[in-house]
T-cell receptor, first 112, second 112 residues
Framework: DAGVTQSPTHLIKTRGQHVTLRCSPI?????VSWYQQVLGQGPQFIFQ???????GRGNFPDRFSARQFPNYSSELNVNALLLGDSALYLC???????????FGSGTRLTVV | KQEVTQIPAALSVPEGENLVLNCSFT??????LQWFRQDPGKGLTSLLL?????REQTSGRLNASLDKSSGRSTLYIAASQPGDSATYLC???????????FGTGTLLAVQP
């Protein structure tokens, strides 16, 4: 069975640009969450979606947005990129919220 | 506000040693606790999930315990191997969204 897949694996963007990160959950999983991990820290919660509805949002500015599609895949969008947005972005899926999370390999975003 | 702390921040042991990693959390009203492993620059691999009603879980050489009342969990690794070298993260879920709240991790190095 395929695990959680994220694309792209690496990305370099310029300040002010926009970026879209994609995630496909494990088949049958209806919840997708996004986390940001900066070097040396634990991942920080950005968004959670369940059954295509936003169920939670972390302490991130409105430049960050996300959505979940009918096939339960998800996109994370970040507008007006700042240098501080450089991080590893992780997607996690679960059967339902809080059951137990499986993570993808992440997208390494570098903003220059 | 839930806070998760992991001690020690870094640990170096010779191959074959048994070791214990510690995780503490400030709010005992958790749904579950999950231990993850992270290799440098990679995503998170789930090691063990302990539901709030459970006291421990075991997988191979790994054993994790949970004491909700004292806000503590330990990850015991038996007969450590160089391949165990990685960062170990614990995370708790709880609250309305059951999002994961992570500690900052323990960086483990097992010397051959």
């Amino acid at each position: 069975d395929a695990g959680v897949t994220q694309s792209p694996t690496h990305l370099i963007k310029t300040r002010g640009q926009h970026v879209t990160l994609r995630c496909s959950p494990i088949s049958g999983h209806k919840s997708v969450s996004w986390y940001q991990q900066v070097l040396g820290q634990g991942p920080q919660f950005i968004f959670q979606y369940y059954e295509k509805e936003e169920r939670g949002r972390g302490n991130f500015p409105d430049r960050f947005s996300a959505r979940q599609f009918p096939n339960y895949s998800s996109e994370l969008n970040v507008n007006a990129l700042l240098l501080g947005d450089s991080a590893l972005y992780l997607c996690a899926s679960s059967l339902w919220t809080g059951y137990g999370y499986t993570f993808g390999s992440g997208t390494r975003l570098t903003v220059v | 506000k839930q806070e998760v702390t992991q001690i020690p921040a870094a640990l170096s042991v010779p191959e074959g040693e048994n070791l214990v990693l510690n995780c503490s959390f400030t709010d005992s009203a958790i749904y579950n606790l999950q231990w993850f492993r992270q290799d440098p620059g990679k995503g998170l691999t789930s090691l063990l999930l302990i539901q709030s009603s459970q006291r421990e879980q075991t997988s191979g050489r790994l054993n994790a315990s949970l004491d909700k009342s004292s806000g503590r969990s330990t990850l015991y690794i038996a007969a450590s191997q160089p391949g165990d070298s990685a960062t170990y993260l614990c995370a708790v879920t709880g609250g309305a969204t059951n999002k994961l709240i992570f500690g900052t991790g323990t960086l483990l190095a097992v010397q051959p």
